[in-house]
């Protein structure tokens, strides 16, 4: 009996050592680079008005600081820098001969900001299987670096080329763009040992473009893929 009781305390503290040694990995902080593939949509408030949507990438560096050694919650903050493109074009044909264009305007936004994400994170960890689940969620803040349209427009054998800054009083006036957007971030990372996989959405709360009853909205979809150092 005596030595049951033994063994069923040693079997009982190396479970508590496991267990320790298993919260203390899963509290412990980490750096991160990962690059994304970045989907956003422009939308603007005008009825019947068409979203803009815009491909690209980004590059980030995340750092996650543990808050509490009891609970697995960290505070990951970080830069991002994203860059992104989106055409639209709208084209006119001969009433009697549909395969004569007479009209067609194209438009190209080009759009680069950095971002400074500041989340609270979750680490759910699968014992020593090497194997986390992240999810998280908090405010971001972006600045927006460059921010040009560029339209061409042929109109009866003739084209006409202009661009223009959405930051340059000159082309917009009063109507220029925001270079400070607040926005959220909402997402969930899964980790494999060194490999990091993330998917999250950032919709800005701040409008990129606001005057009278008009506002153009942005929102990001990122699809990311990292390493940690």
Avoid: H, W
Avoid at 57 to 86: C, D, H, M, Q, W
Wanted: hydrophobic share 35%; aromatic share 12%.
């Amino acid at each position: 009996m005596r030595k049951r009781t033994i063994l069923a305390t040693l079997a009982m503290a190396a479970v508590a050592i496991n267990a320790s040694a298993q919260l203390k990995n899963n509290s412990d902080g980490y750096n991160r680079i990962q690059a994304s593939f970045a989907a956003g949509r422009v939308t603007e408030s005008l009825d019947g008005s068409e979203n803009l949507n815009t491909r690209g990438a980004s590059l980030s560096y995340i750092s996650g600081v543990n808050l509490t050694t009891k609970i697995p919650l960290f505070l990951e903050i970080g830069g991002r820098l994203t860059f992104t493109k989106g055409s639209d074009d709208v084209k006119g044909y001969d009433e009697e001969d549909d395969n004569e264009l007479l009209y067609k305007y194209e438009q190209t936004n080009t759009l680069m900001d950095i971002s400074v994400p500041c989340n609270l994170a979750y680490k759910i960890a699968f014992y020593s299987s090497g194997v986390e689940i992240i999810p998280f969620f908090g405010p971001n803040f972006k600045f927006n670096l460059i921010g040009k349209q560029k339209t061409k427009e042929m109109k009866y054998g003739e084209t006409t080329e202009t661009t223009c800054s959405f930051y340059d009083e000159d082309d917009m006036g009063d109507n220029k763009a925001k270079r400070f957007q607040f926005g959220l971030n909402l997402g969930v990372g899964f980790r494999l040992n060194s490999i990091y996989l993330g998917y999250q959405i950032q919709p800005d709360l701040s409008p990129y473009v606001k005057f009278d009853n008009y506002k153009l909205k942005t929102f990001s979809q990122l699809v990311s893929l990292g390493i940690y150092l």
